[in-house]
């Protein structure tokens, strides 16, 4: 019984305590998450072939396209400004040099030829008209050109039309025009019933009205075509043909037409 029975020899350390086995990674980590000790390790369920959708990134903003198309916009309504500035001052200077006035027109006398009724009742008028056309510009000269229309009316009727010849009229120049006027309208008793009536009274209303494309000419420049539009109001004593009827009142309007 006593030689079974051994002393270990007790080990007594002096100064520090001998160091003490340190505990694995994984346990440290469970003792800080809150584990326990002495139960084994717990397995956490990793998620394998998991796939997410990719996001392509955004397109990078345009902004040297459109600073540049800004740039271009700016540019030209700057430049159509700047163009509508200079046509607007030189149209003012030119203006202030020239002075432009519009021709002046009269009706000197008019004379009828030719006023039948035909066989088939519709009125055939010829007429003579005389108008003096005066240009008081000093420095503008006028070209009438081809295209013209005259006409004669009696209260929206069209009794008959012509045309002026081409011609060029100079400063402050006065020209005398003899226009052939000649028409048919197929209203022609009813018509000339009205005529008769009012040469009993001795005021019949005639108007004359004026289509006239020119151009003008600025010392040696000639510009574009305007028209020259207008109506002169007539108030006659007769319509007896091959004979100067006179023109008791006569007002004359005129424009310009671009």
Avoid at 124 to 140: C, D, L, Q, S
Avoid at 163 to 178: A, D, E, H, M, W
């Amino acid at each position: 019984m006593a030689d079974h029975q051994r002393i270990h020899p007790v080990e007594v350390y002096q100064g520090a305590p001998p160091p003490r086995p340190s505990a694995p990674l994984g346990s440290i980590l469970r003792l800080d998450k809150g584990e326990p000790q002495g139960q084994g390790p717990r397995h956490i369920p990793i998620r394998r072939n998991v796939t997410f959708p990719v996001v392509p990134p955004p397109p990078p903003p345009r902004k040297k396209k459109r600073s540049c198309l800004c740039k271009c916009i700016c540019w030209t309504l700057g430049l159509l400004i700047l163009l509508l500035i200079i046509i607007g001052a030189t149209i003012g200077i030119l203006y202030l040099v020239f002075q432009p006035k519009l021709p002046k027109y009269s009706v000197d006398n008019l004379r009828i030829s030719d006023l039948t009724l035909n066989f088939d009742l519709s009125l055939y008028a010829r007429f003579n008209v005389k108008i003096t056309a005066y240009n008081p510009n000093k420095n503008i000269g006028i070209y009438y050109e081809k295209g013209s229309h005259l006409s004669v009316w009696y209260k929206n009727i069209n009794l008959c039309q012509g045309s002026i010849p081409r011609f060029y009229q100079g400063y402050q120049n006065k020209t005398v025009l003899n226009v052939a006027l000649s028409g048919q309208n197929q209203y022609g008793r009813t018509l000339l019933k009205a005529l008769q009536e009012e040469q009993q009274t001795g005021r019949i209303p005639l108007d004359l009205k004026i289509n006239e494309p020119v151009s003008i000419k600025l010392k040696t420049l000639k510009l574009r075509k305007v028209k020259i539009i207008g109506t002169c109001k007539l108030i006659v004593d007769s319509l007896s043909t091959d004979s100067i009827i006179s023109i008791k009142a006569s007002t004359c309007n005129f424009g310009l037409k671009l």
